[in-house]
C-alpha cells in the first residue's frame, strides 16, 4: 500500500506563499487520484484540492480557487499544492491523501490512504 509523506508546512505572513509536497511510496502516484485536505483546530476536516488519476482533471474548494494550484511530478513520485496569497483562514493542518478511483475524489472518505499531516500558520 502506499505511504504519503507531506512537507512544506511553516509559518508565513498573509499575502505569502507556500508549498507543500507529499512525496509517495510504495507505490506511484500515477495510479492514484490525489487529493488535499485540511483541518483547522476545532474544526471538521474540509475539502482542499484534487487531482484525478489520470491527472487530466483538477478540482478547488472555492475558498482556494485562483489561489491554490495541485500538480505532480511523476518522476519524483510526489503531488503539489502550491499555495499563493495566503490568508490567515488558510491556517490549518495540510493533508495529502490517495485514492485508487478515477473520478475525482471530493470527499474525505472517498480517499484510501492518508499522510500525517503538516502545519500551516499564516500570520496577520
Known amino acids: 500500500q502506499v505511504q504519503l509523506v507531506e512537507s512544506g508546512g511553516g509559518l508565513v505572513q498573509a499575502g505569502g506563499s507556500l508549498r507543500l509536497s507529499c512525496a509517495a511510496s510504495?507505490?506511484?502516484?500515477?495510479?492514484?487520484?490525489m487529493g488535499w485536505f485540511r483541518q483547522a483546530p476545532g474544526e471538521e476536516r474540509e475539502f482542499v484540492a484534487a487531482?484525478?488519476?489520470?491527472?487530466?482533471?483538477?478540482y478547488y474548494a472555492d475558498s482556494v480557487k485562483g489561489r491554490f494550484t495541485i500538480s505532480r511530478d511523476n518522476a519524483k513520485n510526489t503531488v503539489y499544492l502550491q499555495m499563493n496569497s495566503l490568508k490567515p483562514e488558510d491556517t490549518a493542518v495540510y493533508y495529502c491523501?490517495?485514492?485508487?478511483?478515477?473520478?475525482?475524489?471530493?470527499?474525505?472518505?472517498?480517499?484510501?490512504?492518508w499522510g500525517q499531516g503538516t502545519q500551516v500558520t499564516v500570520r496577520f
Open positions: 491523501a490517495a485514492r485508487r478511483g478515477y473520478e475525482l475524489g471530493l470527499g474525505g472518505s472517498v480517499y484510501d490512504y
Open positions: 510504495g507505490g506511484t502516484v500515477t495510479d492514484y487520484g
Open positions: 487531482t484525478s488519476r489520470g491527472g487530466g482533471s483538477t
